[in-house]
């Protein structure tokens, strides 16, 4: 699948996300967390790893030098691989550890935004994941679950924002707010999907009508993934795997 290092670069090699793009023959310098990891991992100089970007670039490097804040590692290999079809995320503003976990199957299954709205009944939540802090950790467990999964392409990570500024940002295309008491998402009678694809996803207890209506006003679209009351991550995730396995890779191949 595009979007995945599928084609043997680096396979089986730790993985690392770099925080700046990188190009064959440079020397990528990675953050003191990705240091910390190859000491545990016992790693010396010559050690072959992978590295990503989250931008589409994806290679392989020798490990030149481990310090105790940084890692040195010089790009013997580097291709860029295009972005899958877009599929965005308005997810709500919740329970933190809730959302962090979210942030990491969104990143997994390779989502191209991730913007959190404040629902009017996010505001009931607390501790409840908001602020430039939570945004760090949200990067970080993202980036965590893009090495894991040897993906290419970081979710495009915006700040928390109220349902009128999310509404005016969003891409336009196929838009979804999910509704348990909507028609189905996929099936026989449902309307084909299209790219781009955005998927708005409720807090606990379901969005307000008025939210709703706002939403619908906006050119969204009520869908259902079945009868169960899902909770909001698990509602997300189905809805971006449904998506990713419509769409397929969408486009082929590897640029060097």
Do not use: N
Request: charged share 20%; with cysteine; hydrophobic share 45%.
């Amino acid at each position: 699948m595009v979007g995945r290092d599928r084609e043997g670069i680096a396979a089986g090699c730790p993985q690392f996300v770099t925080a700046e793009p990188f190009t064959l023959g440079s020397t990528a310098v990675l953050d003191e967390a990705a240091a910390r990891h190859m000491r545990v991992l016992r790693l010396d100089a010559g050690a072959v790893v992978g590295l990503r970007d989250g931008q589409g670039r994806v290679g392989a490097g020798q490990l030149v030098r481990l310090a105790k804040a940084q890692a040195h590692v010089e790009v013997t290999e580097a291709v860029s691989v295009p972005p899958l079809p877009p599929v965005h995320l308005l997810v709500p503003v919740a329970d933190r550890d809730r959302m962090l976990w979210l942030a990491e199957k969104a990143a997994e299954l390779g989502a191209t935004s991730w913007r959190p709205v404040l629902w009017r009944r996010s505001r009931s939540v607390t501790p409840r994941g908001e602020g430039v802090s939570f945004q760090a950790k949200v990067r970080a467990r993202m980036e965590g679950a893009l090495a894991q999964s040897e993906g290419a392409w970081l979710p495009q990570h915006f700040p928390e924002a109220t349902i009128e500024r999310a509404i005016l940002a969003a891409p336009p295309g196929d838009r979804v707010v999910l509704d348990p008491a909507g028609p189905p998402l996929v099936g026989r009678e449902a309307p084909p999907l299209a790219a781009p694809f955005v998927v708005a996803v409720g807090p606990e207890g379901g969005l307000e009508p008025d939210e709703t209506a706002h939403l619908i006003a906006a050119g969204f679209r009520r869908a259902s993934l079945g009868p169960s009351i899902l909770r909001f991550e698990t509602a997300a995730i189905a809805a971006v795997a449904v998506a990713r396995t419509y769409f397929g890779a969408g486009t082929t191949g590897l640029e060097a």
